[in-house]
């Protein structure tokens, strides 16, 4: 029998990181990366250079695999559903995977399934009446703010902006009215922390997930997660992996699923609400703590979802596990920090992605488990600041 062939479009980190898995499950992994230097491109020896917008790169790139996959969602739907058509087997399909492209879409069928959300609106495509729709909005809103978005191509931070006025956003008002993507308003949510829940699910129906986690954002991207989410009482847990499970199911996901979710407390007495914010149908950001704190990553994970295979344990191996991410550095090379890290921090799981250094970039991360919450993150933490050259 032969090695299954999985594709990936996107040569990001998140392909990166299939590699190892892959190769360990004997899987041939072929990757379309943006330049040959790119980050999964530097381990996977399959890696044709493209852009996912090239229609001919994706068809070449598909040719004799077993499976389409992602490590980003910024894909051609009509292309993905002809791929469909003619035989390939993508996972998550386009009918799914639409959800996170679009987030007015993904709000509709959300709410149509009584998924907890935000308050939300779409806004007109004409800017004269999307300019009166946000100022209702706003108007009823408890402080007089509210996150307007772009309801496509958004990500870390990226395609959002909490505004207290309609003249804040005119400039997308008149990229809508070029043609550009369609904006939402949601209100802003006065939460106590963010949460994600990590699901996987295969073609079969098997669905698994992995503890709740906290997940700490700064500047609209993924600073730090904590595994599990420290405080959260085990009912409050169950309600949030229901929540993520039927999402998975009840809009067919295939592999793995990121639900982001807002936890709002109450009054005193009262169980906290929690909110999904956002929804990733790939490897996720709050899930990389899995690879050295589960004894099942989600890469490996993913992997087995989209090619039907029995899914793996997602205990913890230990009672906590911090991850750090690495934003931004002021050394040259990560790897100069290399010995001082190991050296006073044997115990931390470093993962470079093999990326040039820029500010606030996602170059790295550094993984501690422990039975001492505190020691835990200050070791993470720590270990991060010598990456960044502090």
């Not at 639409?98 to 939300?120: H, Y």
């Not at 100069?336 to 921090?345: E, R, T």
Request: hydrophobic share 45%.
């Amino acid at each position: 029998m032969a090695a299954p062939v999985i594709a990936v479009i996107g040569g990001g980190q998140l392909a990166r990181m299939m590699a190892p898995a892959a190769g360990a499950l004997g899987v041939h992994l072929r990757v379309l990366v943006e330049s040959a230097d790119s980050s999964a491109a530097q381990l996977v020896v399959d890696a044709p250079v493209g852009a996912a917008s090239d229609e001919q790169a994706v068809r070449d790139l598909v040719r004799g695999v077993d499976v389409l996959t992602f490590e980003h969602e910024h894909v051609s739907d009509d292309l993905l559903h002809d791929l469909v058509r003619s035989g390939v087997p993508v996972h998550p399909g386009p009918h799914a995977l639409l959800q996170a492209q679009d987030k007015i879409v993904m709000r509709r069928r959300l709410t149509e399934l009584g998924a907890p959300c935000p308050r939300w609106a779409e806004l007109s495509r004409d800017p004269a009446t999307a300019r009166t729709e946000l100022a209702g909005f706003l108007a009823a809103a408890r402080d007089g703010s509210a996150v307007v978005k772009t309801s496509r191509g958004g990500y870390d931070g990226k395609g959002v902006r909490v505004v207290r006025s309609p003249e804040e956003v005119d400039d997308w008002f008149a990229g809508v009215a070029a043609g550009g993507p369609t904006l939402l308003v949601e209100e802003k949510v006065p939460f106590a922390r963010e949460l994600a829940v990590l699901v996987a699910r295969s073609p079969s129906g098997e669905v698994r997930t992995w503890p709740v986690v906290e997940s700490v954002q700064r500047d609209g991207v993924c600073a730090e997660v904590v595994a599990p989410a420290p405080g959260l009482t085990a009912a409050e847990a169950e309600r949030a992996r229901e929540v993520a499970t039927r999402i998975a199911e009840r809009l067919d996901i295939t592999g793995v699923l990121a639900v982001e979710m807002f936890e709002v407390r109450g009054a005193e007495g009262s169980e906290p609400e929690i909110l999904v914010n956002e929804l990733a149908m790939r490897p996720h950001n709050s899930g990389h703590w899995t690879i050295d704190g589960s004894v099942t990553s989600q890469f490996e994970q993913h992997l087995r979802a989209v090619l039907d295979l029995p899914l793996g344990d997602t205990a913890p191996t230990a009672p906590w596990t911090v991850m750090v991410n690495v934003l931004g550095s002021g050394l040259d090379e990560l790897t100069d920090a290399l010995p001082g890290v190991l050296g006073q921090f044997p115990d931390a799981r470093v993962n470079l992605y093999g990326k040039a250094v820029r500010p606030g970039r996602k170059l790295a991360h550094v993984n501690v488990s422990g039975t001492d919450l505190d020691d835990v993150r200050s070791r993470a933490r720590a270990a991060a600041a010598l990456l960044r050259g502090e």
